[in-house]
């Protein structure tokens, strides 16, 4: 009951407050989440089933985060939302640390802001992203919670505390999965097209929201729309991290064909056939991938914390960077 209190006062909550078109619309993200936990298999963390409707009610609170007036954590979450791919394609590999990725994009842009400061002004942690860092934050806090749900299980203790807090970072990680899902989110023309534009693509901002927002609530998306899209669990071993990358490239390799569906006024029509396959695509990807995830945290949670010898935060381990005083991953 607290759960679905709760719920109903997010809902209230987004209802009343100003909202700018940040991410997929509730509708979608609710829909991804829905999805991926219905489709948690039985030997899967199947106590989130009991949390479906606060973390569905929930799904778009990441957003909420975001506020002008709330700058500190504005300036902090913004970036989590994006994955700007064009703007740090001189960055290979992509670091296995958050602030690995944030040094090298500065000192990017104090090579280049001399000589091209168009793409130096975009050369920072606000214009390029950060969400495969806050997905995979989410996804190891997610481990280590479902650890202490099975503690707790073990030993017949209270489950609804730890339950409740991987219902929290389900959310989160919900969040982040369905942003990367759709493809503006990993491009830089996430609100219109940007540079060379040879296809005559809009550069109207509206077009981000138009396309997730008012065409899936047109729609009328449901979770049944995509249920039998999502397809048999996977990532069952190999990194997580790569694979959230690999998430991601895959869905910005279709932001031409969004702009292509727009720039014949698919948008304009809720019963358009291809836009509708596109949608359904793409939030079925969002909740397979999320689904994966939490079954995959759950595996690894059967698991004692790994020893890490020598610790991250020892300067003699060989990965030490003295520049962020730890070693990456």
Known sequence: MRSLALAAALVLLSATTPTTAFAWGGTAHSVIDRAAIEAIPDDGPIF????????????????????????????EEDPNHGWFREQFTFLKPIPRSRYEFV?????RYEAIKEGDPATAARTNVRWTGTLPYAAIEAYDRLVVCMRYVRKAQAEGGDVSVPEQHCAFQAIRLGHYIG??????????????????NPKGFTTDRSVHGRFESQFV???KLTVADIAPRIGAPGHSSGDMF?????????????VGTVYTLEKRNGFADFADRD??????????AGAAMLRDMLCRAWA??????????????????????????????
């Open 48 to 75: 989130l089933r009991k949390h479906v409707d606060y973390i569905a009610a929930s799904a778009s609170l990441p957003d909420s985060w975001r506020g002008d007036s709330e700058n500190f954590s504005k300036i």
């Open 103 to 107: 040094i090298a994009l500065y000192k």
């Open 179 to 196: 942003d990367g899902a759709q493809p503006m989110h990993d491009s830089i023309h996430s609100d219109g097209w940007r540079g060379d």
């Open 217 to 219: 609530d047109g729609m």
């Open 242 to 254: 790569d694979a959230v990358l690999a998430f991601l490239d895959q869905a910005g390799d279709k």
């Open 275 to 284: 836009v509708r396959a596109m949608v359904y695509e793409r939030t079925a």
């Open 300 to 329: 690894e949670s059967a698991n004692p914390p790994a020893k890490v010898t020598p610790s991250p935060l020892d300067f003699g381990n060989s990965r030490f960077n003295p520049e962020t005083g730890s070693a990456p991953d």
